[in-house]
């Protein structure tokens, strides 16, 4: 990620650590996608074996782990320094 943001000059990282917090919001998001999965899995797929549901779900985390790190951030981001989007920016 940028050092600081290349619009408003925010800086990301206020200090040592501070994405750590992050590291948990990244957890959840990937808890909530393999039990989506796996239900889906369940209930479309009549309850196949579980290397069916290795095979599925595993693949898809790989793939959204880019994507799961910036959003992650950026949620602990609103969610600790209040970062409000204003409109029109």
Do not use: Q
């Given at each position: 990620m940028?050092?600081?943001?290349p619009h408003c000059g925010l800086r990301y990282e206020i200090e040592p650590?501070?994405?750590?917090?992050?590291?948990?919001?990244s957890y959840?998001?990937?808890?909530?996608?393999?039990?989506?999965?796996?239900?889906?899995?369940?209930?479309?797929?009549?309850?196949?074996?579980?290397?069916v549901y290795a095979s599925i779900i595993a693949p898809v985390m790989v793939v959204i782990a880019p994507v799961n790190f910036r959003?992650?951030?950026?949620?602990?981001?609103?969610y600790v320094a209040g970062i409000k989007y204003i409109k029109g920016l």
């Open positions: 940028y050092e600081l943001c650590g501070y994405f750590i917090g992050a590291m948990y919001v959840a998001i990937s808890g909530g996608v393999a039990l989506v999965l796996g239900f889906l899995i369940f209930y479309l797929g009549g309850d196949p074996d579980g290397w959003i992650s951030r950026v949620i602990w981001l609103h």
